[in-house]
């Protein structure tokens, strides 16, 4: 058996997270990080189209309108598509931070059924920090910012390097990535906050 722990709660020793001096300023669009990624991407017609907007320490918002390709059952928001939206919340909380991290666990609580049309209110936070583990939480209201809970979820991120993405994509899709004249772009692509 391995010694990897995969636990959600920070081990003794966790840091509070420390807000990058770059990051984002408070209020502040983040923006997609890739044009095909289905959580935030523009270039994805059935994604969630997600925006998040950085918020106070290492927190951010983002809203998530459900729409009919999101269904699982009829009317209702399917469950996978809505921990997409707290992964892809959660997700962009390594921009606070100025690091590269992936999803390593995440824990989805449904509370309530959430109906196609709604507006999905996002909010996350990093609590902790040990090594490269990133412990974090993530909340979707609805009905308004501080309206009812409908989905909750807690997570792992790890911290990687862009060879992560260099030696674990699809090739073709790397390529395209990294060809792209716009530098910025190709860090965002890649999760490398420039
Ligand atoms: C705006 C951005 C939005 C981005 C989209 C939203 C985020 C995503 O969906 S990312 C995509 C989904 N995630 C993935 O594809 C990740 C796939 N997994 C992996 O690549 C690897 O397992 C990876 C990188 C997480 C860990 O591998 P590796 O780098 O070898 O880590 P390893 O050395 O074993 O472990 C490092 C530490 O992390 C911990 N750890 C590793 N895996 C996990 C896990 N699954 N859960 C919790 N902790 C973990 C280990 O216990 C270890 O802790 P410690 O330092 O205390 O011993």
């Not at 209020?27 to 994805?44: D, K, L, M, Q, W």
């Not at 919340?89 to 931070?97: A, D, H, N, Y």
């Not at 996350?124 to 974090?136: F, L, N, T």
């Amino acid at each position: 058996m391995s010694g990897r722990t995969t636990a959600l709660a920070p081990p003794d020793g966790a840091e509070p997270p420390v807000r990058h001096p770059d990051a984002p300023a408070p209020g502040e669009v983040i923006g997609s990080h890739y044009e095909h990624c289905f959580g935030c991407g523009g270039g994805v017609p059935h994604g969630l189209h997600l925006e998040a907007r950085a918020g106070e320490g290492v927190s951010v918002t983002a809203e998530f309108r459900v729409k009919e390709a999101h269904q699982g059952a009829p009317g209702l928001a399917h469950g996978g598509v809505l921990a997409t939206a707290l992964d892809e919340t959660l997700g962009s909380l390594g921009w606070l931070l100025r690091v590269i991290a992936v999803t390593g666990r995440l824990e989805t609580d449904y509370v309530q059924p959430v109906p196609v049309g709604t507006v999905l209110h996002l909010d996350a936070a990093v609590h902790a920090v040990h090594g490269r583990k990133i412990y974090a939480t993530a909340t979707g209201r609805i009905g308004g910012p501080e309206g009812p809970v409908a989905v909750r979820a807690s997570a792992v991120f790890i911290e990687v390097k862009i060879d992560h993405f260099i030696e674990n994509g699809r090739p073709a899709e790397i390529q395209a990535a990294l060809a792209d004249p716009d530098q910025v772009k190709v860090a965002r692509a890649f999760e490398v906050n420039p």
